[in-house]
């Protein structure tokens, strides 16, 4: 039974709009939630995190976003770039373990 | 600062052989994960070690599965005897806390496959 769920599983953007991954959680209990970012061979990569106590968090080009009343949080990426191109996984902290969806390719498109 | 190494990055071996994973974690970090991602899975933890100390193995998914961090450092995930559910890409993660604001970094994974 997934907790965390990522309804799709690719997307495509054109090069320099914004990209947008959406995610859903099913525990209300989880206090922290994290993006990854997967190359192909490569392991995940932390990417941004948000505490449950907040409702935005932003870093560079990276943005995540959290509505805990409809639990659902997004991350967008502007200006979208070629080396974006990859899997975006989002994951809760649940204790000592993390939780992740099965992930969204991102095809960034010339 | 080298990152998380695991070794090797493949193996291919035959159901009911033996094999051993090795993670190297990121140097003085005390916390070190074992994940696995099976194909058309999601990524799913196994277990963490605090040091030496196995602090929760509940994603261990049975006694075929054993790991070991002998004095602190590097940790072993040995799968006797091997079966063919067990393919997959078996991650090593650690980080120096557990705090929200001390990630878990990844290695590359090494690629199981049981023939």
């Known amino acids: 039974d997934q907790q965390v769920k990522q309804n799709s599983p690719s997307l495509s953007v054109q090069e320099g709009r914004i990209s947008i991954l959406n995610c859903d959680y099913t525990n209300s209990m989880f206090d922290y939630f994290l993006w990854y970012k997967k190359y192909p061979a490569e392991g995940p990569t932390f990417l941004i995190s948000i505490s449950s106590i907040k409702d935005k968090n932003e870093d560079g080009r990276f943005t995540v976003f959290l509505n805990k009343s409809a639990k659902h949080l997004s991350l967008h990426i502007v200006p979208s770039q070629p080396g974006d191109s990859a899997v975006y996984f989002c994951a809760a902290k649940d204790r000592d373990k993390i939780i992740f969806g099965k992930g969204t390719r991102l095809h960034i498109l010339p | 600062e080298a990152g998380v190494t695991q070794f090797p990055s493949h193996s291919v071996i035959e159901k009911g052989q033996t094999v051993t994973l090795r993670c190297d974690p990121i140097s003085g970090h005390d916390n070190l994960y074992w994940y696995r991602r099976v194909m058309g899975k999601e990524i799913k933890f196994l277990l963490h070690?605090?040091?030496?100390?196995?602090?929760?193995e509940s994603g261990m998914p049975n006694n075929r599965f054993l790991a070991e961090r002998t004095g602190g450092t590097y940790s072993t995930l040995k799968v006797q005897p091997a079966e063919l559910e067990d393919s997959g890409v078996y991650f090593c993660a650690s980080s120096a806390g557990t705090g929200w604001n001390q990630p878990q970094h990844f290695g590359d994974g090494t690629r199981l496959s049981i023939l």
């Open positions: 070690f605090v040091k030496e100390s196995k602090q929760d």
